[in-house]
């Protein structure tokens, strides 16, 4: 069993930063990929990173070159920097924990852990 509490949201201007933490517990949990999802009001909810247990990340192409997902498997926490933050990235932010190593890994299916969400709000 994997507990993720997601820390860290709040409201931004746009153009603005903000930086997302997902401490994470349980056994072995250091072995588990991490993905970051976003759900907006009306919308279903979508990929935005992923960061494997070795550190090697991939991204939506909405946040490339914007966002950074990194993790420190001694603190058992994985970051999302967010950064040059728009409007449109306004979403509750949950972190997702997965056993498996399909890739990509932005199917919702692979992940078997989630986190309680934070939200983001970016004002324009």
């Known amino acids: 069993q994997v507990q993720l509490v997601e820390s860290g949201g709040g409201l931004v201007q746009a153009g603005g930063s903000l930086s997302l933490s997902c401490a994470a517990s349980g056994r072995n949990v250091n072995r588990y990929g991490m993905g970051w999802f976003r759900q907006a009001p009306g919308k279903e909810r979508e990929f935005v990173a992923a960061?494997?247990?070795?550190?090697?990340?991939y991204y939506a192409d909405s946040v490339k070159g914007r966002f950074t997902n990194s993790r420190d498997n001694g603190k058992n926490t994985v970051y999302l920097q967010m950064n040059s933050l728009k409007p449109e990235d306004t979403a509750v932010y949950y972190c997702?924990?997965?056993?498996?190593?399909?890739?990509?890994?932005?199917?919702?299916?692979?992940?078997?852990?989630w986190g309680q969400g934070t939200q983001v709000t970016v004002s324009s």
């Open positions: 997702a924990a997965r056993a498996s190593v399909a890739w990509p890994p932005t199917s919702e299916i692979e992940y078997n852990y």
């Open positions: 960061i494997t247990w070795s550190g090697y990340t």
